[in-house]
């Protein structure tokens, strides 16, 4: 019997509370691997990284220029060259009182050595040089651990790895860090009428978009995918998809199946084998979603309509997804535009509505609807930058009026 369920309830559930719902229902996956930090990228680190290190790792020229010691300059005398120090070549030896050296951006200020000159500003002749300008004590010096000091922290854990992050922690030295393993996620398409694009279609056969539509998706979230296929609407196979995912997978999603006419197979088995509830949710497209646990995994249903899979998919699955991912979901981004043509609406579920939103001439952000609005329609979601989302009790918009969007962004969520 589902024991997650909220269709015996009259009305429909709100999408703010599903979401909520899914979110509680649902934590981070436990498991940790180790990487090379040049595939770290966009991953969750699971435990701190303390710099073992200074950054800079010693005293180094911002310039190319001369360094020496500040006081020398109080008398105004010439000081004696004495060597050179570059890059990955430092001087050995000891800038003693009236001398200098000759340094290159990036190379080790030599021991006795506080301040450096821009060669620009020294008159140079044979092995002696003169200053022609004011100094200030450690002038384009970069000091030892002036960016990172050896044992400060670096990153912690639970931040998702950036490109700036992969730079710090090169420099760190760092080779390998230990991340949150990537969920895997089971997804099969239901139906006997779906061919796999490049078969031949035969009559009343469709092509199956969405799985590979959420496979995309589900790359680009940076998750792994068991792929299952396309499933016939055959309650053994579908039976034994589901119990090789549950094993196999931290979570599964599938499309197709889940209403109530007669080769709904997956709600069928789905209800025998898992607590699973049937949802209804007060959003168009999308409506039924079903959403629970097959022996522990959890399981998200979405419609076969292809422009309702992915609209759900959008916004229920991706923020459960995120927060087993390790990631905080802090709610859709949006932004409010102009409405440059009215909306027809009734209240009662949340409209997600396909638009094109851009900046006009004077720079005010304005949205309009892109074509029909059916929940078969993938030419004009295809055309969408955006989701025009009117609340569930707005009723019909007029033109001219302001309108939340959410901009279509990849990963969306
Ligand atoms: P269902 O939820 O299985 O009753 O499917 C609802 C509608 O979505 C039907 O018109 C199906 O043919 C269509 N559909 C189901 N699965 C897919 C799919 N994977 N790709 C494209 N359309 C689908
Ligand atoms: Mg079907």
């Known amino acids: 019997m589902p024991t997650i ?63 020496l010691r500040f006081e020398d300059l109080a008398s105004g005398l010439p000081l004696e060259l004495i060597g050179k120090s570059f890059a ?70 639970g931040e998702r790895i950036s490109v700036p992050h992969i730079a710090l922690l090169a420099a760190a030295g760092v080779g390998t860090v230990t991340v949150v393993r990537k969920p895997v996620i089971a997804l099969f398409s239901t139906g006997d009428e779906l061919r796999q694009p490049g078969e031949a279609l035969g009559k009343g056969d469709i092509y199956d978009s969405n799985r590979i539509a959420l496979l995309s998706a589900l790359e680009q979230l940076d998750l792994d995918v068991l792929d299952l296929g396309i499933l016939p609407d055959n309650k053994q196979a579908i039976t034994d998809a589901l119990q090789r995912a549950s094993e196999e997978a931290d979570a ?25 509830g049937f949802w209804k949710v007060a959003m168009k497209p999308g409506k039924p979603f079903a959403f629970g646990f097959l022996q522990g995994t959890p399981f998200f249903g979405l419609p076969g309509n292809p422009v309702s899979a992915l609209v759900t998919f959008y916004q229920l699955a991706v923020p459960a997804l995120s927060v087993m991912k390790g ?12 409405l440059l043509k009215p909306l ?32 078969h329609i993938l030419s004009g979601l295809a055309a969408a930058n955006c989701f025009i989302v009117l609340a569930r009790e707005s009723g019909s918009v007029e033109a001219g009026e302001q309108v939340v969007i959410e901009p279509l962004r990849v990963p969306l969520g």
């Open 5 to 67: 369920d909220c269709c015996s309830q009259p009305g429909l559930m709100p999408i703010e509370s599903a979401r909520e719902k899914l979110l509680e229902a649902l934590s981070p996956i436990s498991g940790t691997e180790t990487l090379p930090l040049a595939q770290a990228a966009g991953r969750v680190l699971a435990e701190d990284v303390i710099s073992t290190v200074n950054l800079p790792p010693c005293d180094n020229s911002a310039m190319d220029g001369y360094a």
């Open 88 to 157: 990955g070549a430092p001087f050995d030896g000891v800038v003693n009182p009236g001398t200098c050296v000759r340094i290159m951006t990036g190379a080790a200020v030599p021991a006795g050595a506080d301040t450096v000159v821009m060669q620009e500003n020294v008159d140079a002749q044979g092995e002696s040089i003169r200053i022609n300008c004011e100094v200030r004590a450690g002038d384009h010096v970069r000091r030892c651990g002036e960016d990172v000091a050896e044992g400060a922290s670096l990153l912690k854990a």
């Open 252 to 276: 599964i999603i599938t499309s197709g199946g889940v209403s109530v006419g007669e080769a709904d197979y997956t709600r069928e088995v789905l209800e025998e084998l898992g607590e699973i």
């Open 327 to 338: 990631d905080q979901w802090t709610g859709p981004q949006t932004l409010q535009a102009k």
């Open 344 to 375: 027809k609406k009734k209240p009662g579920r949340t409209d997600f509505q396909r638009g094109v939103y851009r900046s006009d001439e004077n720079g005010v952000l304005v949205v309009e609807p892109v074509g029909t609005q059916g929940s």
